[in-house]
């Protein structure tokens, strides 16, 4: 039996469904409106309903500033206002370069707001706090967060990049529960299989969003991959009558935490082309070498 998993994650008790795919707009860089909404539009036509951005997505990738990605994201609400209605919109903040983090009470009220305003919406459906800031008390985080949500700002909140003691410390001081969390995770980066994160989530019923599934293009270009990993990938491949990137989506998909893999690819076929990881086949057997092929070690 397969362990891909491509079935719905729902967020929280009483949340939304989301897709086992999400996509991630760090490379939504571009002026063209119209293409920014291709993709959008393809992404959630292929069940990848879950939208996922940040407040300094635009620093980096040929992006011009700060809260780029949001603006870019927003336009396309603003000409296509019925896509709203089809996402599960989520964005990030509390990075403050060149601070670099912030999570008190005073810049999350301001930094939520300013992303409402990027993106044009009253509604922010996921918010997460995109890196620890460890400056700032989780009882302090907790009270701004559960006061965002009353107010009606925000709907849900997740964590982003947390170790798995500032996750438990921050849930202690919240009323609302943590519904995500968003670790790197992809076959070559398995460290949420064995820090605790994905324990974690299993135990609260918290949905793991793995960014950079496709280790940010390595698998490609074999750049810092193990050559075994890559070997083993491409026999997978072969077996399957797949390419790498299928079969390494499939991987994340097999975890019982039943992750989230956020694609940011900017070619609309490469996004439909990811449903391909829904006819793979992978077994205990397939995991666990690619486990061993990426730490380089048997298991004992």
């Known amino acids: ?17 989301v897709g086992p795919l999400g996509y991630g707009t760090w490379r939504l860089t571009a002026e063209d409106s119209s293409a ?20 300094v ?6 992006g011009t500033g700060f809260g780029q990605n949001e603006e870019r994201l927003g336009q ?13 919109l989520a964005t990030k903040g509390g990075i403050m370069p060149p601070l670099p983090y ?21 509604h922010i459906d996921l918010w997460q706090i995109h890196r620890p800031d460890m400056f700032t008390h989780p009882a302090e985080i907790a009270e701004t967060l559960d006061g965002l949500i009353a107010d009606g700002k925000i709907g849900m909140v997740g964590v982003s990049n947390f170790t798995v003691d500032q996750y438990d410390a921050l849930a202690h001081h919240l009323d609302a529960p943590i519904v995500s969390t968003q670790p ?6 398995l460290q949420p299989m064995r820090d605790g994160t994905f324990d974690r989530s299993m135990r609260d019923g918290v949905v793991p969003l793995a960014w950079s599934p496709l280790a940010g293009g390595r698998l490609f270009s074999g ?13 997978l491949a072969d077996r399957e009558g797949a390419d790498r990137a299928t079969i390494a989506t499939a991987f994340v998909l097999c975890h019982p935490s039943r992750p989230v893999a956020l694609l940011g690819t900017q070619t609309p076929e490469r996004l439909t ?9 992978l077994d205990r057997n397939d995991c666990y070498d690619i486990v061993e092929a990426s730490e380089g070690v048997p298991l004992p």
């Open 1 to 17: 039996m397969t362990l891909v998993d491509m079935t719905p994650r729902r967020l929280g008790s009483n949340g939304p469904d």
């Open 36 to 55: 920014n909404q291709h993709l959008i539009e393809t992404a959630l036509d292929a069940g990848m309903n879950l939208i996922d951005t940040a407040d």
């Open 57 to 62: 997505y635009g620093l980096d990738w040929g």
């Open 76 to 88: 396309v609400l603003a000409d296509a206002p019925a896509l709203r209605d089809r996402m599960v």
């Open 102 to 122: 912030d999570s008190s009470a005073t810049y999350l009220r301001a930094a939520i707001d300013a992303s409402l305003t990027r993106l044009g919406v009253e």
């Open 184 to 189: 790197e995770f992809s076959v070559a980066q």
């Open 223 to 235: 750049d810092g991959v193990r050559p075994q990993l890559l070997e083993v990938l491409d026999r």
């Open 273 to 281: 082309g990811a449903l391909a990881a829904a006819e793979v086949h």
